[in-house]
T-cell receptor, first 114, second 107 residues
Framework: DTGVSQDPRHKITKRGQNVTFRCDPI?????LYWYRQTLGQGPEFLTY????????KSRLLSNRFSAERPKGSFSTLEIQRTEQGDSAMYLC????????????FGPGTRLTVL | RKEVEQDPGPFNVPEGATVAFNCTYS??????FFWYRQDCRKEPKLLMS???SGNEDGRFTAQLNRASQYISLLIRDSKLSDSATYLC????????FGTGTRLQVFP
């Protein structure tokens, strides 16, 4: 257990529904990252925050995706109007700003869109 | 072309074998490099960092060649518990993962 928690661990939804995932990082970590992993692929970067500021977003993050970290602690990732192609494992990681390469991953949220 | 490329395998080896994984990266600005291990349906976990001078952790040895933008991982005396997917990773301001190489160690 790295100390990064994610909720829920599994989510099954119907196409067109909205879903929201939560990540709680290690408490002293000011960077928080979201990655997505599909079957047979490595994790792909989606976005990251330093404190409450969202510093970078991948082209993978379409306008149906939004991420927030309102108080610089936990973060939420929302997917609107889900599509079957959104089915994946959504991974959250956290790090210190200095030493951002040492990231600790949570257990992930596995999303299945029917 | 993917920024980090590695052979997806699978590599099927008997217990006790030595196995080597390779990976290449395309972004010369990458600052640091890692090997992660990922078990089926679990999150990736850091196995080891990779340095130009090479580094060893027990049965695992990693090496970075910046000139050829090449990273390797050597596992000696393979154990059944080494069966997993090994992810090659480069870091700029985020982690860039390869697709992973699947290792299956059999008795």
């Amino acid at each position: 257990d790295t100390g990064v928690s994610q909720d829920p661990r599994h989510k099954i939804t119907k196409r067109g529904q909205n879903v929201t995932f939560r990540c709680d990082p290690i408490s002293e970590h000011n960077r928080l990252y979201w990655y997505r992993q599909t079957l047979g692929q490595g994790p792909e970067f989606l976005t990251y925050f330093q404190n409450e500021a969202q510093l970078e977003k991948s082209r993978l993050l379409s306008n149906r995706f939004s991420a927030e970290r309102p108080k610089g602690s936990f973060s939420t990732l929302e997917i609107q109007r889900t599509e079957q192609g959104d089915s994946a494992m959504y991974l959250c990681a956290s790090s210190l700003a200095r030493g951002g390469d040492t990231q600790y991953f949570g257990p992930g949220t596995r999303l299945t869109v029917l | 072309r993917k920024e980090v490329e590695q052979d997806p395998g699978p590599f099927n080896v008997p217990e006790g074998a030595t196995v080597a994984f390779n990976c290449t990266y395309s972004n010369s600005a990458s600052q640091s490099f890692f090997w992660y291990r990922q078990d089926c349906r679990k999150e990736p976990k850091l196995l080891m960092s990779v340095y130009s001078s090479g580094n060893e952790d027990g049965r695992f040895t990693a090496q970075l060649n910046r000139a050829s933008q090449y990273i390797s991982l050597l596992i000696r005396d393979s154990k059944l518990s080494d069966s997993a997917t090994y992810l090659c990773v480069a870091y700029t301001d985020k982690l860039i993962f390869g697709t992973g190489t699947r290792l299956q160690v059999f008795p």
